[in-house]
Each structure stands twice: as structure tokens, then as C-alpha cells.
């Protein structure tokens, strides 16, 4: 089995749970305590179809301060986990703004990014303020997976990064560049 790796960017505003959801995919536990990040980076095998692949997962800041930093990681990331907080419409409205600097760097306004989003805090569902539909909606627009996960009850954290990397290896297998992987089985965490 040969060992490849995509590189996974997790963006969104400040406060959403980009570190909560990276560290309870990557360490299984729940970090409750929000201590803003300037940049984090994990590592973490999975299965994908037979295929030992190796995540190496930027967890970015959410503050304005640090987005100069954006554009040197977004240049060679593989597939983005784009999350708000469902508790927040400014959070939602801010994966729009992100979501057009992806591809400003990434240079492909018309072709597809491996990218998912992400509605996070779905255990605070007393204080949505972010429909699901709304959520299904802007993945609609964007031509992206969407999911609602909560980091605290470890709700599809683990299935947030499957399903991307799923989608790498599909965008992968289309880039005549490279050997095609096949893709259609499923991802283990291993």
C-alpha cells in the first residue's frame, strides 16, 4: 500500500471551531477552551480506497490580522474544510468572501476545488442561527459537500475530512498530470 499525502486547509472566521473540529479529528478529544490560532499543523493517516494517505492539516487563523498568511498556504493546499458556526450569521456570511480568495490564489475561478462546508456547533441548535437548508444552499452555490458537525459531541468530524479526502483523490484522478488514483470505495481512519 503506498503512502501519499494531500495537504487539507481549515478556514472560516474567528471562534467557529476550526481547532476544535482538527484537534477531535486528529487527537479524538474536545478542547474547550478558545485560544485564537495563528497557525496550527497536524498530521494524520487515513484509508481511502486501499491507499494509505497522509493528511497534513493547516489549521488557520480566524482573525483579519493574520489572513496575509492565507495566501502563501492556499497556493498548495489539496482540498478546504470551509467552516462557520451555525450560531452565527457573520461567520456564514464570511465563508463567501473566503471562498473567493481560494480561488482568486488558487488561480481556477471556473473549475471545482476540493472543498467542503461546514456548519459547526450543531449541538448548540437552541441558538441557530444558521438554517441547515441555508447551510445546503451556499454548498449548492459554491458546487461543494456540506455538513453540519459539532467538535464538542464529535458529531461528523471524522466524516468532514473523508468526505474531502474523497473528493482530493476524485480531483486528483481528473488531473491528466498526474497517475489517476481511483476513488468510489471508502476512507478509514487509521
Given at each position: 500500500?503506498?503512502?501519499?499525502?494531500a495537504?487539507?486547509?481549515?478556514?472560516g472566521?474567528?471562534?467557529?471551531?476550526?481547532s476544535?473540529?482538527?484537534?477531535?479529528?486528529?487527537?479524538?478529544?474536545?478542547v474547550?477552551?478558545?485560544?485564537?490560532?495563528?497557525?496550527?499543523?497536524?498530521?494524520?493517516?487515513?484509508?481511502?480506497?486501499?491507499?494509505?494517505?497522509?493528511?497534513?492539516?493547516?489549521?488557520?487563523?480566524?482573525?483579519?490580522?493574520?489572513?496575509?498568511?492565507?495566501?502563501?498556504?492556499?497556493?498548495?493546499?489539496?482540498?478546504?474544510?470551509?467552516?462557520?458556526?451555525?450560531?452565527?450569521?457573520?461567520?456564514f456570511?464570511?465563508?463567501?468572501?473566503?471562498?473567493?480568495?481560494?480561488?482568486?490564489?488558487?488561480?481556477?475561478?471556473?473549475?471545482?476545488?476540493?472543498?467542503?462546508?461546514?456548519?459547526?456547533?450543531?449541538?448548540?441548535?437552541?441558538?441557530r442561527?444558521?438554517?441547515?437548508?441555508?447551510?445546503?444552499?451556499?454548498?449548492?452555490?459554491?458546487?461543494?459537500?456540506f455538513?453540519?458537525?459539532?467538535?464538542?459531541?464529535?458529531?461528523?468530524v471524522?466524516?468532514?475530512?473523508?468526505?474531502?479526502?474523497?473528493?482530493v483523490?476524485?480531483?486528483?484522478?481528473?488531473?491528466?498530470?498526474?497517475?489517476?488514483?481511483?476513488?468510489?470505495?471508502?476512507?478509514?481512519?487509521?
Amino acid at each position: 500500500m503506498a503512502i501519499s499525502s494531500a495537504k487539507v486547509v481549515v478556514m472560516g472566521s474567528g471562534g467557529v471551531g476550526k481547532s476544535a473540529m482538527t484537534v477531535r479529528f486528529v487527537k479524538g478529544k474536545f478542547v474547550a477552551k478558545y485560544d485564537p490560532t495563528i497557525q496550527d499543523f497536524y498530521k494524520k493517516q487515513v484509508e481511502c480506497d486501499g491507499e494509505a494517505i497522509l493528511l497534513d492539516i493547516l489549521d488557520t487563523a480566524g482573525q483579519e490580522e493574520y489572513s496575509s498568511l492565507r495566501d502563501q498556504y492556499m497556493r498548495d493546499a489539496h482540498g478546504f474544510v470551509l467552516v462557520y458556526s451555525i450560531t452565527s450569521s457573520a461567520s456564514f456570511d464570511d465563508c463567501r468572501t473566503l471562498r473567493e480568495q481560494i480561488l482568486r490564489v488558487k488561480e481556477k475561478a471556473g473549475e471545482e476545488i476540493p472543498l467542503i462546508l461546514v456548519g459547526n456547533k450543531s449541538d448548540l441548535d437552541e441558538e441557530r442561527a444558521v438554517s441547515d437548508e441555508e447551510g445546503k444552499a451556499l454548498a449548492e452555490e459554491f458546487g461543494c459537500l456540506f455538513i453540519e458537525t459539532s467538535a464538542k459531541e464529535d458529531i461528523n468530524v471524522e466524516q468532514t475530512f473523508m468526505d474531502l479526502t474523497t473528493k482530493v483523490l476524485e480531483e486528483e484522478a481528473k488531473n491528466p498530470t498526474k497517475p489517476a488514483k481511483k476513488s468510489g470505495g471508502g476512507c478509514l481512519v487509521l
